[in-house]
């Protein structure tokens, strides 16, 4: 499967963006859909997961309350509604697509990437 994200932006605190990600092939439902994000030099950072019928969602603690992750299954896209945004939020975000069953938070647990896309939060 091959994914595209985006929606990706520069933005002042506090405002909005809303990240898509697009996969390709018949079988998105398939595939347990997560986000990361990750700054130049530094370790990908989980962000979000949502299960293959987007019954089960989990978030990091750092954004919890403020992002919410989303899937539209017969427009094989992935979404990522992100409020509240802060300056500390500035980072490439990529989407994921894991075939095993339920959510992962481990970057192993994904078997497919997209090439990501910049958030930039102004403060």
């Known amino acids: 499967v091959q994914l595209v994200e985006s929606g990706g932006g520069l933005v002042q605190a506090g405002a909005s963006l809303r990240l898509s990600c697009a996969a390709s092939?018949?079988?998105?439902?398939?595939?347990?859909m997560g986000w990361f994000r990750q700054a130049p030099g530094k370790e990908r950072e989980f962000v979000a997961a949502?299960?293959?019928?987007?019954?089960?969602?989990i978030y990091a603690d750092s954004v919890k309350g403020r992002f919410t992750i989303s899937r539209a299954n017969a427009k094989n896209t992935v979404y990522l509604q992100m409020n509240s945004l802060k300056a500390e939020d500035t980072f490439v975000y990529s989407c994921?697509?894991?075939?095993?069953?339920?959510?992962?938070?481990?970057?192993?647990?994904?078997?497919?990437w997209g090439q990501g896309t910049q958030v930039t939060v102004s403060s």
């Open positions: 994921a697509a894991g075939t095993s069953a339920g959510v992962g938070k481990n970057p192993e647990w994904y078997d497919y």
């Open positions: 092939g018949r079988t998105f439902s398939s595939y347990a």
């Open positions: 949502i299960s293959r019928l987007g019954g089960n969602t």
